[in-house]
């Protein structure tokens, strides 16, 4: 079946975004429908061939594409965050990583018969795992917060440093079988970390000084990286992924330098080049494999699994905070994802351009790793957890979209009867005054791909969304509706009566956050006007009519808190539920007596 170029590129766009939009669905890494779809379009139909689609564009357009997703992967790892992930985690991407590199170098050589180079390069690209892939399997299996924080950050952390130390071995791979010597290998890395440097202090220079526009900031981010990599190929050949890389991570560790816009725009379009690029790569695969590869990927899966992680846990963990049974789960949990994916079939297209034998095998075999990593954990995780009893308790606290003064006060009356909260948002002014006040806060899109990185959801089992904001409101409606269930996600109006008919509120499937007639302007109001939270135990003898008694009809009841730390809110869907035993914050107006004197 032949389709044109255009209707290619197109289904490529629509098939990506049906991916995506799966995985979210689902709770599984995309990578997974991504490599899949290719592999039906490509080796099983014949529908898709990449390289005669795209001729010569195909290797420049994989490898700036690659070079994109590095950047983005590396400008979030903040050097200062590592002081705080524990030794576990430390030695997990130290000297983990390098067990897991041996045993599956071992692997590849003994079982698939390639050389130890290549082998080598195998066992780089196929150490690392990756938030991508890690954070929709926590959100699966919930295991404890040890549990979580350990994962999390391991993939948060080897995500680039894995890529960076894949493209040294890469180098220096390709520089022994061009005949280069030492010198030149160090000469490349030289260069290589001397583009990434100068691009990151170029770009940096441009934004300290507002010599870009806010919407050119990403476009002139975007160019500068991909410059680059392109110069930095042009002046030593292969150094083009070391220079982005280093870019990254110095611009993520330049202080007073705010690059959160630039990533977001960088979120997206990884988003887009990874979708397309995956079903690219996948579909490229020979047909039918070398002989004896299927086992050969079934049989290293083995090892990754029985062997090389728990070996990798066992010597990670010794003498850290982890029960047996929580160190069983670390040990099963390892999905390999996105950098293992990109990197090895850019460096195989590579490799197999300059006749190196056995680099074939390396794409499919790294692909069998990581639909095999992804498919049997995920189908094995969540009941393994249970069995091990290291799954979290049910989450109770509140996730609070918004940190102007209306959402730090519910945070405030939330977290002082010991509620777990954490106030998100993206405005650093709001953020630093929700610190201030001493509340647990994430800087940042709370809708972000970053987010779904790096925010922690622990604990959290719902979500108030009280941005001034409406579209993040809606946003983060949609995002946390599958996290935390429809009946748990509530909205805070923010347009008075008058606009009610522009209110798009009700199409979010959210309930409105403290009742129909609620907003955030009319509590901003009854603030200024002194009102307070109150909590307040009700009894027997003191009911919701005591409570009105004291404090007056206008009062506004906002949530109740049960014996067992649940949260009951107050919506346009679910009436007040004042019992005695329970807690009840409300927002009441000043006494006569709490007014200044004139």
């Given at each position: 079946?032949?389709?044109?170029?255009?209707?290619?590129?197109?289904?490529?766009?629509?098939?990506?975004?049906?991916?995506?939009?799966?995985?979210?669905?689902?709770?599984?890494?995309?990578?997974?429908?991504?490599l899949l779809i290719g592999l039906a379009l490509g080796p099983a139909l014949g529908w898709l061939d990449p390289q005669a689609a795209l001729g010569s564009l195909f290797f420049p357009i994989v490898s700036l594409g690659v070079a994109v997703i590095l950047f983005e992967g590396s400008a979030t790892l903040r050097l200062e965050e590592l002081a705080g992930v524990g030794g576990t985690v430390l030695r997990l991407v130290s000297v983990g990583a390098?067990?897991?590199?041996?045993?599956?170098?071992?692997?590849?050589?003994?079982?698939?018969?390639?050389?130890?180079?290549?082998?080598?390069?195998?066992?780089?690209?196929?150490?690392?795992?990756?938030?991508?892939?890690?954070?929709?399997?926590?959100?699966?299996?919930?295991?404890?917060?040890?549990?979580?924080?350990?994962?999390?950050?391991?993939?948060?952390?080897?995500?680039?440093?894995?890529?960076?130390?894949?493209?040294?071995?890469?180098?220096?791979?390709?520089?022994?079988?061009?005949?280069?010597?030492?010198?030149?290998?160090?000469?490349?890395?030289?260069?290589?970390?001397?583009?990434?440097?100068?691009?990151?202090?170029?770009?940096?220079?441009?934004?300290?000084?507002?010599?870009?526009?806010?919407?050119?900031?990403?476009?002139?981010?975007?160019?500068?990286?991909?410059?680059?990599?392109?110069?930095?190929?042009?002046?030593?050949?292969?150094?083009?992924?070391?220079?982005?890389?280093?870019?990254?991570?110095?611009?993520?560790?330049?202080?007073?330098?705010?690059?959160?816009?630039?990533?977001?725009?960088?979120?997206?379009?990884?988003?887009?080049?990874?979708?397309?690029?995956?079903?690219?790569?996948?579909?490229?695969?020979?047909?039918?494999?070398?002989?004896?590869?299927?086992?050969?990927?079934?049989?290293?899966?083995?090892?990754?699994?029985?062997?090389?992680?728990?070996?990798?846990?066992?010597?990670?963990?010794?003498?850290?905070?982890?029960?047996?049974?929580?160190?069983?789960?670390?040990?099963?949990?390892?999905?390999?994802?996105?950098?293992a994916a990109a990197v090895s079939a850019l460096f195989a297209l590579r490799l197999e351009q300059d006749g190196l034998g056995g680099a074939e095998l390396l794409v499919p075999l790294t692909f069998a790793l990581i639909i095999g990593t992804v498919v049997l954990q995920s189908a094995t995780a969540a009941p393994l957890?249970?069995?091990?009893?290291?799954?979290?308790?049910?989450?109770?606290?509140?996730?609070?979209?918004?940190?102007?003064?209306?959402?730090?006060?519910?945070?405030?009356?939330?977290?002082?009867?010991?509620?777990?909260?954490?106030?998100?948002?993206?405005?650093?002014?709001?953020?630093?005054?929700?610190?201030?006040?001493?509340?647990?806060?994430?800087?940042?899109?709370?809708?972000?791909?970053?987010?779904?990185?790096?925010?922690?959801?622990?604990?959290?089992?719902?979500?108030?969304?009280?941005?001034?904001?409406?579209?993040?409101?809606?946003?983060?409606?949609?995002?946390?509706?599958?996290?935390?269930?429809?009946?748990?996600?509530?909205?805070?109006?923010?347009?008075?009566?008058?606009?009610?008919?522009?209110?798009?509120?009700?199409?979010?499937?959210?309930?409105?956050?403290?009742?129909?007639?609620?907003?955030?302007?009319?509590?901003?109001?009854?603030?200024?006007?002194?009102?307070?939270?109150?909590?307040?135990?009700?009894?027997?003898?003191?009911?919701?009519?005591?409570?009105?008694?004291?404090?007056?009809?206008?009062?506004?009841?906002?949530?109740?808190?049960?014996?067992?730390?649940?949260?009951?809110?107050?919506?346009?869907?679910?009436?007040?539920?004042?019992?005695?035993?329970?807690?009840?914050?409300?927002?009441?107006?000043?006494?006569?007596?709490?007014?200044?004197?004139?």
């Amino acid at each position: 079946m032949t389709l044109s170029l255009p209707l290619q590129l197109a289904g490529l766009v629509a098939l990506g975004f049906a991916a995506q939009w799966l995985a979210w669905r689902v709770r599984l890494p995309a990578i997974l429908f991504l490599l899949l779809i290719g592999l039906a379009l490509g080796p099983a139909l014949g529908w898709l061939d990449p390289q005669a689609a795209l001729g010569s564009l195909f290797f420049p357009i994989v490898s700036l594409g690659v070079a994109v997703i590095l950047f983005e992967g590396s400008a979030t790892l903040r050097l200062e965050e590592l002081a705080g992930v524990g030794g576990t985690v430390l030695r997990l991407v130290s000297v983990g990583a390098i067990v897991t590199l041996a045993v599956l170098a071992a692997a590849a050589h003994w079982i698939a018969g390639m050389s130890w180079e290549l082998a080598t390069l195998f066992g780089a690209l196929t150490c690392v795992t990756g938030p991508t892939v890690i954070v929709p399997m926590l959100r699966s299996v919930r295991p404890n917060a040890r549990i979580a924080n350990v994962l999390r950050w391991e993939g948060i952390v080897i995500d680039p440093l894995g890529a960076l130390f894949a493209v040294l071995v890469y180098g220096a791979i390709a520089s022994h079988h061009e005949g280069h010597s030492l010198a030149l290998f160090g000469l490349t890395i030289l260069v290589g970390a001397a583009s990434g440097a100068a691009g990151a202090f170029v770009l940096a220079f441009l934004l300290r000084r507002h010599w870009l526009p806010e919407y050119l900031q990403s476009f002139g981010a975007l160019a500068l990286v991909l410059l680059t990599f392109t110069v930095s190929n042009e002046i030593a050949h292969e150094s083009g992924l070391l220079a982005v890389t280093l870019m990254g991570m110095i611009l993520a560790n330049l202080r007073g330098l705010a690059i959160e816009e630039i990533l977001s725009f960088k979120e997206h379009l990884s988003t887009l080049l990874i979708s397309a690029l995956f079903i690219l790569l996948a579909a490229r695969l020979p047909w039918p494999l070398p002989p004896g590869t299927p086992w050969a990927g079934v049989a290293i899966l083995l090892v990754a699994q029985f062997v090389a992680r728990p070996l990798s846990v066992l010597v990670s963990s010794v003498g850290g905070a982890l029960t047996w049974r929580e160190r069983a789960l670390v040990a099963w949990i390892a999905p390999r994802g996105i950098v293992a994916a990109a990197v090895s079939a850019l460096f195989a297209l590579r490799l197999e351009q300059d006749g190196l034998g056995g680099a074939e095998l390396l794409v499919p075999l790294t692909f069998a790793l990581i639909i095999g990593t992804v498919v049997l954990q995920s189908a094995t995780a969540a009941p393994l957890a249970r069995r091990l009893g290291v799954t979290a308790p049910e989450p109770r606290g509140v996730l609070v979209v918004g940190a102007n003064r209306v959402a730090r006060a519910v945070a405030k009356a939330l977290a002082d009867q010991d509620v777990a909260v954490l106030v998100a948002d993206d405005d650093w002014s709001d953020i630093r005054a929700a610190r201030m006040e001493g509340l647990p806060t994430w800087y940042g899109d709370p809708v972000s791909a970053h987010a779904d990185r790096t925010l922690d959801l622990d604990g959290l089992g719902t979500l108030f969304a009280m941005s001034a904001r409406r579209e993040q409101n809606s946003l983060a409606c949609v995002r946390y509706r599958t996290e935390f269930g429809r009946h748990r996600v509530h909205a805070l109006r923010v347009l008075a009566g008058g606009d009610e008919r522009r209110d798009y509120g009700s199409t979010l499937r959210a309930s409105r956050l403290f009742g129909a007639d609620v907003t955030l302007a009319l509590l901003e109001e009854r603030l200024d006007q002194g009102w307070r939270t109150k909590s307040t135990r009700l009894s027997d003898t003191f009911d919701l009519a005591a409570f009105h008694a004291q404090h007056g009809e206008t009062a506004l009841p906002l949530f109740t808190l049960d014996e067992q730390g649940r949260v009951h809110v107050v919506s346009d869907t679910r009436a007040l539920e004042a019992r005695p035993g329970r807690s009840l914050t409300a927002l009441v107006p000043p006494r006569p007596d709490d007014a200044a004197p004139a």
